[in-house]
């Protein structure tokens, strides 16, 4: 069983930087990817970024550049550096984790919110 806890989230100006933490507990056993999405208001959730247990990371195109995913492993932990914050980032972000080998994020960390005001 994976548990998973986001915090980090707030208000922030256009142009500002935050930083989310996501602690597991438990684990996949396995080659395994841990992501983030968020849901922006009036829109369905989105991939924002993943990072696999190898270090092998992917961005949307929305938060390319701006965005950065990296994992702590000794601490069981996966970051979202965000900077240069804009309006449209604001939303809930989720992080989520899976085997490498399957399609579907089973686990899922119960949201913060991201506010960034213009």
């Known amino acids: 069983q994976v548990q998973l806890v986001e915090s980090g989230g707030g208000l922030v100006q256009a142009g500002g930087s935050l930083r989310l933490s996501c602690a597991a507990s438990g684990s996949i056993d396995g080659p395994n990817a841990m992501a983030w999405f968020r849901q922006r208001p009036g829109k369905q959730r989105e991939f924002v970024a993943f990072i696999t247990s190898r270090d092998i990371t992917n961005y949307a195109d929305a938060v390319k550049g701006r965005f950065t995913i990296s994992r702590d492993n000794a601490k069981n932990t996966v970051y979202l550096q965000m900077n240069s914050l804009k309006p449209e980032d604001t939303a809930v972000y989720y992080c989520?984790?899976?085997?490498?080998?399957?399609?579907?994020?089973?686990?899922w960390g119960q949201g913060t919110q991201v506010t960034v005001s213009s």
């Open positions: 989520a984790a899976k085997p490498l080998r399957t399609m579907k994020y089973d686990y």
